[in-house]
């Protein structure tokens, strides 16, 4: 078995602001992904990784930036946080065709 | 453009009675399709998943039915109990390669289930 650790569990931002999101994993997976989860809309993928240094965008990815320096941790950044949104973001990696999903980070911006 | 649907959008069944979840695609490429269950305040777990090459399967009170030909399938959960109460996903994906699954998810459906 293996765990997926996402920090900070909440995240309190201001307008404008530059945010940072960490994601680990001690699967081995290769790959890891990024997704944003609005209420009522689902999952949406933000970037994915298929390898380290590795960086592909997924259908969401303008106003964010990621890295994956090493093969157990992938992290994103908000570029430019905007007034009043709320999100989750889930961190996620995969072996074939299983997805395994960390707890979450809650962004909320003021 | 919404490529996987669900319905209802909530749902509210007694202890003891069959929730019945509804997922519909658009894409006659996917090939994988996943129910994650995901409870408040945690990240989606995958509970059952079917392939396109089988019209059922069954894990426990979990069944899924699929449908190839109307591209529809349905999540059952027979003798619901309150810990199943949930919000459950539908996804989808083309075949895998072995370093890479884009899943596709639907909007989730939110399940309670009344003692």
């Known amino acids: 078995g293996g765990i997926i650790t996402q920090t900070p569990k909440f995240l309190i931002g201001q307008e404008g602001q530059k945010l940072t999101l960490k994601c680990q994993q001690n699967f081995n997976h290769d790959t890891m992904y990024w997704y944003r989860q609005d209420s009522g809309k689902g999952l949406r993928l933000i970037y994915y990784?298929?390898?380290?240094?590795?960086?592909q965008k997924g259908d969401l990815s303008e106003g964010y930036d990621a890295s994956r320096e090493k093969k157990s941790s992938f992290s994103l950044t908000v570029t430019s946080a905007q007034k009043n949104e709320m999100a989750v973001f889930l961190c996620a990696s995969s072996i074939g065709d299983e997805q395994y999903f960390g707890p979450g980070t809650r962004l909320t911006v003021l | 453009q919404q490529q996987v649907r669900q319905s209802p959008q909530s749902l509210t069944v007694w202890e003891g009675e069959t929730a019945i979840l509804n997922c519909s695609y658009e894409n006659s490429a996917f090939d994988y399709f996943p129910w994650y269950q995901q409870f408040p305040g945690e990240g989606p777990a995958l509970l059952i998943a079917i392939r396109s090459v089988s019209d059922k399967k069954e894990d426990g009170r979990f069944t899924i039915f699929f449908n190839k030909r109307e591209k529809k399938l349905s999540l059952h959960i027979t003798d619901s109990q309150p810990g199943d109460s949930a919000t459950y996903f539908c996804?989808?994906?083309?075949?895998?390669?072995?370093?890479?699954?884009?899943?596709?998810f639907g909007q989730g459906t939110s399940l309670s289930v009344v003692p």
């Open positions: 996804a989808a994906s083309g075949i895998a390669s072995s370093s890479f699954s884009k899943l596709v």
């Open positions: 990784s298929i390898t380290e240094n590795d960086l």
